[in-house]
T-cell receptor, first 115, second 116 residues
Framework: DVKVTQSSRYLVKRTGEKVFLECVQD?????MFWYRQDPGLGLRLIYF???????EKGDIPEGYSVSREKKERFSLILESASTNQTSMYLC??????????????FGPGTRLTVL | AQSVAQPEDQVNVAEGNPLTVKCTYS??????LFWYVQYPNRGLQFLLK??????LVKGSYGFEAEFNKSQTSFHLKKPSALVSDSALYFC??????????????FGTGTRLLVSP
């Protein structure tokens, strides 16, 4: 089975802090994704990566950056956390290919609260 | 841009009854459609997808979905609901960015409550 793990299930940070969310997948997938999930808004794509050191902006990249130094690991960075970034963050991975129809596999999520 | 709509925030059904969770789509070109389920405090799990072929797609846990091109719908169905099916369900459509890379666009989700 594909396994996608996220470093924390729950995280509480203060406004202005730099926050790192880590995601690791064990299936050698090329594509990795970061979403945030908010009630009534569904999932919105923040960033995705289709290869090591390659990234693409999603629909809501403002206030976020990402890093992919190794194929299995994709990090989401909040440069200066703000209260409106309080949310559930979900990481996903997929086998790859530029226009792939491959299924995305999700991690358990990190619920981030910014005070 | 591709999009999906889930018109119901919540669906209530009694255990043993058939269930339907609705999804409509708006796409240019051929739609690639997905259903995911999220159980409490968990990530999303893949249920099924439609790429091409038979309009009735069978997936995990006894779920199926019917692709209807004329009605631009992709409703999720199950003949007999279980209490354990209570969860949040998301419909999604594949979108190709201008750079050529694919992403999923999700609906807002429908909460399914199955009562004993």
């Amino acid at each position: 089975d594909v396994k996608v793990t996220q470093s924390s299930r729950y995280l509480v940070k203060r406004t202005g802090e730099k926050v790192f969310l880590e995601c690791v997948q064990d299936m050698d997938h090329e594509n990795m994704f970061w979403y945030r999930q908010d009630p009534g808004l569904g999932l919105r794509l923040i960033y995705f990566s289709y290869d090591v050191k390659m990234k693409e902006k999603g629909d809501i990249p403002e206030g976020y950056s990402v890093s992919r130094e190794k194929k299995e690991r994709f990090s989401l960075i909040l440069e200066s956390a703000s209260t409106n970034q309080t949310s559930m963050y979900l990481c996903a991975s997929a086998l790859g290919g530029q226009a792939s129809t491959d299924t995305q596999y999700f991690g358990p999520g990190t619920r981030l609260t910014v005070l | 841009a591709q999009s999906v709509a889930q018109p119901e925030d919540q669906v209530n059904v009694a255990e043993g009854n058939p269930l339907t969770v609705k999804c409509t789509y708006s796409v240019s070109g051929n739609p690639y459609l997905f259903w995911y389920v999220q159980y409490p405090n968990r990530g999303l799990q893949f249920l099924l997808k439609y790429i091409t072929g038979d309009n009735l797609v069978k997936g995990s846990y006894g779920f199926e979905a019917e692709f209807n091109k004329s009605q631009t719908s992709f409703h999720l169905k199950k003949p007999s609901a279980l209490v354990s099916d209570s969860a949040l369900y998301f419909c999604a459509v594949r979108d190709i960015k201008g750079t050529g890379f694919q992403k999923l666009v999700f609906g807002t989700g429908t909460r399914l409550l199955v009562s004993p």
